[in-house]
């Protein structure tokens, strides 16, 4: 069955043909709608939400009234009332619904909240991303009328006093669209995708894999990559292709691709097409609308208002904290190839809301933007400004200089002496020397920024790597409860879990690799 065939609820098919018209006037209907919607809530009535709506410059009115905002800030200041059953608060009604995340670095976990507005947007947008297949050229449309194999949180959820709480992703699988169930092409089902325990998970979606015709693949790279394995284990295949042939799509997201991209063909008996998407716990905020597009196009209208900080060192202090009144600009006013931070407003109750994400504009006409890092993974002690991005194509430049698969990395910031080093830590079941490892990072990285290449010449004196197996990276997530689902290793390493992984590689590599649990 074709893609094309589906037959979509009413509602949804509306919302699929919204009138294109300039981004400014888009960003600003979204918004005006979010403002009508909430206007009654404790949130729009501070804030005079009526009045904005009523200003000539109501964009620039709304930035005037209403405070930026981090997850802490809101969350004490809003949120947290959500949390206790209170309706009304930031979006009209209860929430039932909270997505719990840590991010990469965080100890506590975040409650975000999940309204059934923000699913059926993140719905909508979704199939805005398969309709724009139809352009694709040379793939085959058939396969998108297989099965899909979705490998995300639990959708047993936790259940609070007047709430549910778990992954996005769980929670994204508990409510799909009956239509979509009804075609029988949600996989693993149900039944699997209620199981916590992410091993026992894995051993059923393995045990059931020769009884699905899988078309498309969604998930983090690395722990799809694992499952992919194991099922080629199991059933003693030369790749994936001679169980799944009409597997043609990789639905990717959260982590830049590449690193893993080598080791992932490898499980391949041919071609398939990469997909990216940009969603975040807060919204379905952009994704891959073209075939071989080098970014990812801004969901402009269907309820996510945009607004974009400059990240330099006016509007970020020195560990990412972003300062409280930022310079901020709408979409339209942003320039190509520079660093912003992102703000959005949506109707789940995030105002001006700066989810920690940094990135760059590459195509102003079609709206198209590359997530660059973090606003608080990177690094700079001594003015560097190393970005994830940076960090990401030194690797991918590495990989291929040396001929060794780099699937996973990070890199920590450290005193040396009375100066500073970059620790580097890289996975790889690969051999190779760790001084020509270094030797070669530095090298790309200079070629890549130039603030770097200056800082290795002062006070940034020192680069070492040191090689771990790839299986260490994943002990170490599984050691912090962070296994499986949309869990992701940080590129960055700061402070208490700096400290953890220290600890962990420094007894990982005795013999007997009795590694503590970390709490």
């Known amino acids: 069955m074709a893609l094309f065939e589906m037959k979509l609820p009413a509602s949804i098919a509306r919302a699929l043909n919204i009138p294109v018209s300039d981004v400014r006037s888009q960003q600003l209907k979204v918004l005006k709608k979010l403002l009508r919607k909430a206007r009654f809530t404790e949130f729009g009535q501070q804030y005079r939400f009526d009045e904005i709506l009523l200003a000539r410059h109501c964009g620039k009115k709304f930035q005037q009234e209403v405070p930026t ?91 609070g006093p007047t709430y549910y709480a778990g992954d996005l992703s769980g929670i994204q699988q508990k409510n799909i669209p009956f239509w979509f169930m009804g075609l029988g092409l949600y996989k693993p089902g149900k039944k699997i995708a209620k199981e916590k325990d992410w091993s026992k998970k894995l051993d059923e979606v ?8 899988i078309g498309f693949i969604v998930g983090v790279p690395a722990w799809l990559q694992l499952c992919l394995e194991k099922i080629i284990e199991r059933y003693r295949l030369k790749n994936i292709h001679e169980l799944w042939p009409n597997l043609s799509f990789y639905v990717h997201g959260g982590v830049a691709l590449e690193p893993y991209k080598r080791g992932f063909e490898k499980l391949l008996g041919k071609p398939i097409t990469y997909i990216e ?21 801004l969901a402009l209208n269907n309820n ?83 970005s994830v991005d940076n960090m990401n194509k030194a690797i991918e430049m590495v990989s291929e200089q040396m001929n060794v698969f780099i699937p996973e990395f990070t890199v920590a910031g450290v005193p040396y002496g009375n100066f500073f080093a970059h620790e580097w830590f890289l996975a790889s079941d690969d051999k190779a020397d760790e001084q020509t490892l270094a030797e070669k990072i530095d090298a790309n ?58 600890d962990f590689v420094a007894t990982y590599t005795k013999p007997e690799n009795n590694y503590p649990v970390i709490k």
């Open 445 to 502: 990285l200079k070629q890549l920024n130039d603030d770097y290449e200056v800082e290795r010449n002062h006070a940034l004196k020192n680069i070492s790597v040191k090689l771990l197996p790839e299986k260490a990276f994943m002990d170490f997530m599984e050691a912090r409860g962070k296994i499986g689902g949309q869990h992701k290793f940080p590129r960055v390493l700061k402070g208490k879990i700096l400290n953890e992984w220290q």
């Open 206 to 213: 393995v045990e059931n894999a020769p009884n699905w015709d």
């Open 69 to 159: 905002y981090n997850y802490s800030k809101i969350y004490k200041e809003w949120w947290y009332k959500t949390l206790e059953g209170i309706p009304d608060v930031c979006w009209p009604g209860v929430i039932k619904y909270f997505a719990l995340s840590s991010g990469t670095s965080e100890a506590s976990s975040k409650y975000i909240p999940i309204t059934k507005e923000l699913v059926r947007s993140n719905t909508i947008t979704s199939i805005k991303q398969l309709m724009s297949l139809a352009r694709y050229e040379d793939v085959p449309k058939s396969a998108i009328g297989k099965g899909w194999l979705m490998l995300g949180g639990s959708t047993q959820l936790q259940k």
């Open 304 to 386: 996510i208002f945009f607004e974009f900080v400059p990240f330099d060192d006016k509007n970020f202090d020195g560990e990412g904290n972003m300062v409280d009144a930022p310079e901020t600009l709408m979409l339209h006013e942003i320039e190509e190839h520079k660093e912003y931070a992102i703000l959005i407003t949506t109707n789940a109750g995030a105002w001006r809301y700066a989810i920690g994400d940094t990135v760059k504009l590459i195509d102003k006409k079609a709206s198209q933007i590359i997530i660059t890092g973090r606003t608080k993974h990177f690094l700079s002690l001594v003015g560097e400004h190393l």
């Open 277 to 297: 998407t940009y969603l975040a716990s807060e919204g379905f905020l952009a994704y891959q609308n073209k075939q071989g597009a080098k970014g990812m196009h």
